[in-house]
Nanobody, 122 residues
Framework: QVQLVESGGGLVQAGGSLRLSCAASGSIFSINDMGWYRQAPGKQRELVASISSIATTKYADSVKGRFTISRDNAKNTVYLQMNSLKPEDTAVYYC????????????????WGQGTQVTVSS
């Protein structure tokens, strides 16, 4: 079974920084795109950033210039460096990965982390 485990969330003041990590484990043949999503109360889930298997990146306009997504393919891990945090960044952040499991007969599937709370105070 494939599992994604996130870490790095917490409470930070505006202007501060956090680094989120998400490691995929289990039986994995390969991972295509990985990404970070967030959902704030009363809002739809939105894509924050994504990164392909060859490190092509995309960012939501609201985080461009402040957040950086990266990945370590050898560790099956994706990171989100968040700088210059704003109160409007407050949300539950989820990582995702498109995975070809190593188990025989398993199809390409999306997997999600458990979510980690990021709270930015004024």
């Amino acid at each position: 079974q494939v599992q994604l485990v996130e870490s790095g969330g917490g409470l930070v003041q505006a202007g501060g920084s956090l680094r989120l990590s998400c490691a995929a484990s289990g039986s994995i043949f390969s991972i295509n795109d990985m990404g970070w999503y967030r959902q704030a109360p009363g809002k739809q889930r939105e894509l924050v950033a994504s990164i392909s298997s060859i490190a092509t990146t995309k960012y939501a306009d609201s985080v461009k210039g402040r957040f950086t997504i990266s990945r370590d393919n050898a560790k099956n891990t994706v990171y989100l460096q968040m700088n210059s945090l704003k109160p409007e960044d407050t949300a539950v952040y989820y990582c995702s990965a498109e995975v070809w499991p190593g188990r025989v007969g398993a199809p390409l599937s999306d997997y999600w982390g458990q979510g980690t709370q990021v709270t930015v105070s004024s």
